[in-house]
């Protein structure tokens, strides 16, 4: 939990991994204890991001401009919307943080970690009372699901976007790059196996936010 009360939890997982219906029963089981939820997701969350991310899923560009655009879209959205949720102590569930940008941009197309990490620390910087600190989430919800088994799900769904068009091969990289981004941050991560059934999952989610007394 943030100084202020707030907190801030993060859902990540390759395309199909299926975190949607957890992250509203999460925010559900939260207000039933009559906590404020800010939900949002990235790219978005505020009318400037949301207009990037549009950009970002349907525009063909390089890693780069890929990793600035989300970097962007994010500023704005800590600035505009998460740091003040957060203040006023609500819970924030997240869809997707900075660990995708790892992920995607780092893991899937390749992009260099260090820089990745230098737009972090520029993007994330927040001015504490004693000292200047970087924004990351509480806890990050990793739904691990196999590249196969996401394919077949998103196979016949709505019309991919950019992402969800790319081949399996793609997917196993993002997975590792999410791997490699919850062994540099052990403490921070839960990883979930998300081909478990839907019940299965939701317990598992609930167990972790309870585990860290968040939840009673
Ligand atoms: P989603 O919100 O439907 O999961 O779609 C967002 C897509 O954008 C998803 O394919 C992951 C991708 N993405 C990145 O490539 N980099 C990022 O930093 C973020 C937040 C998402």
């Known amino acids: 939990m943030t100084t202020t009360g707030g907190l801030f939890i993060s859902f990540e997982g390759i395309d199909g991994a299926g975190k949607s219906t957890h992250i509203e029963g999460l925010a559900q089981a939260f207000r039933a204890q009559g906590r404020a939820v800010t939900l949002t997701r ?33 500023r704005d959205h800590l600035q505009q919307l998460i740091e003040p ?5 609500d819970v924030v569930l997240c869809d997707r943080f900075t660990d995708a940008t790892f992920a995607y941009q780092g893991g899937g197309r390749g992009f260099d970690l260090s820089i990745l990490s230098i737009l972090e ?10 000292a200047d600190f970087i924004r990351e989430p509480d806890l990050t919800v990793w ?10 799900r998103l ?3 709505r019309t991919p976007d950019k992402f969800e ?16 981004r919850m062994l540099a941050s052990p403490s ?7 081909d478990n059934t839907r019940d299965a999952v939701w317990l598992d989610v609930l167990t972790a936010v309870q585990g860290r007394g968040w939840l009673p």
């Open 165 to 180: 068009a790319q081949p399996v091969e793609f997917f196993k990289s993002v997975s590792d790059g999410y791997l490699k």
């Open 143 to 152: 739904f691990d699901l196999p590249a196969e088994i996401a394919a077949q």
């Open 155 to 157: 196979a016949g769904a």
């Open 85 to 89: 949720a957060l203040a006023r102590g």
């Open 42 to 74: 990235e790219p978005g969350g505020t009318p400037l991001a949301e207009k990037l991310r549009s950009v970002v899923l349907n525009d063909t560009m390089d890693a780069m401009t890929e990793a600035l655009l989300v970097f962007a879209a994010r």
């Open 121 to 130: 620390q520029w993007v994330q910087t927040v001015r504490g009372l004693e």
């Open 188 to 194: 921070r991560f839960v990883r979930i196996q998300a």
